[in-house]
């Protein structure tokens, strides 16, 4: 994974909402991303599509295409471009972009008119990466694999020698960190070869999406919008817990999995801040 570098997003362009839509939802199994020197033909990978027949998309308008493999790598160049792309989760929609570009970053609070003092979260490919980004030496060895990947945020001491940009949520010392249960965003981590700020596709303040029919009305400030379906998981997000002090948890925000959350903490002996 390469180190951040701080990279000015360029602003991007609207384009026409598409007409003459449907939806379709769309689960991809990837083993890994092609190097700068393969191509994707000499990459393995297995796909797993299953179709709403009563919500399929024909991705026939310039900037909607399905969360598919066939479409990671256009969504990798959009985030390594300094853009904003629109994608699906484990549990909502959220605009994604390089957690080490300001310019991208400014970007997405432009984008939901967001006040630049609420946070964003990243999002890795894996749980092995989020070392890099934040501090997990005081955790308990296999929680962070108990937890993720999964509806779960956790939140982190950035430390000394976190790879973050200090323009991403300046000011703070913790970062929330994603692993989502989903292959296509996750590879598109992967090959970006970076973290992703990610947050909800919406506007500040309102209902989160689970389909990209809810946040329509901001598809053209997005470089890409991929379209996973509706997804099942209701609008509650993921249950963000602080794991920043050593046997000692804090749930921020109930989300989708607060009584799982706390089972798995549970087991491995921590306690509820009070």
Request: charge should be neutral.
């Amino acid at each position: 994974m390469k180190a951040c570098a701080k990279a000015a997003g360029e602003r991007l362009p609207l384009v026409r909402p598409p007409t003459g839509r449907a939806l379709a939802r769309s689960f991809v199994t990837v083993s890994r991303l092609p190097s700068q020197h393969e191509t994707r033909s000499q990459v393995s990978c297995s796909v797993r599509v299953s179709e709403n027949a009563a919500h399929r998309i024909e991705a026939t308008d310039e900037n909607i295409f399905p969360a598919t493999i066939d479409h990671v790598v256009k969504a990798t160049d959009a985030i390594n471009r300094g853009q904003v792309i629109a994608v699906p989760t484990d549990t909502i929609y959220g605009f994604a972009c390089d957690a080490c570009s300001a310019g991208a970053v400014n970007r997405i609070y432009e984008i939901k008119g967001r006040i630049q003092t609420r946070p964003l979260a990243i999002c890795v490919a894996d749980v092995s990466d989020i070392s890099r980004f934040a501090l997990v030496d005081h955790l308990p060895h296999g929680l962070l694999d108990s937890l993720l990947p999964g509806p779960v945020t956790v939140v982190l001491k950035r430390g000394e020698n976190s790879i973050l940009e200090r323009s991403l949520n300046p000011g703070l010392d913790s970062i929330g960190v994603r692993v989502p249960d989903l292959d296509f965003i996750r590879s598109i981590a992967r090959g970006a070869g970076s973290a992703l700020a990610l947050t909800s596709a919406n506007l500040s303040g309102r209902p989160s999406s689970v389909s990209v029919k809810d946040f329509e009305d901001l598809w053209p400030h997005c470089s890409y919008v991929f379209d996973g379906g509706i997804l099942p998981s209701g609008r509650a997000g993921s249950t963000i817990v602080d794991l920043i002090n050593p046997g000692v948890y804090k749930i921020l925000r109930d989300g989708s999995s607060r009584e799982e959350t706390t089972a798995v903490l549970g087991k491995f002996g921590f306690v509820e801040a009070s």
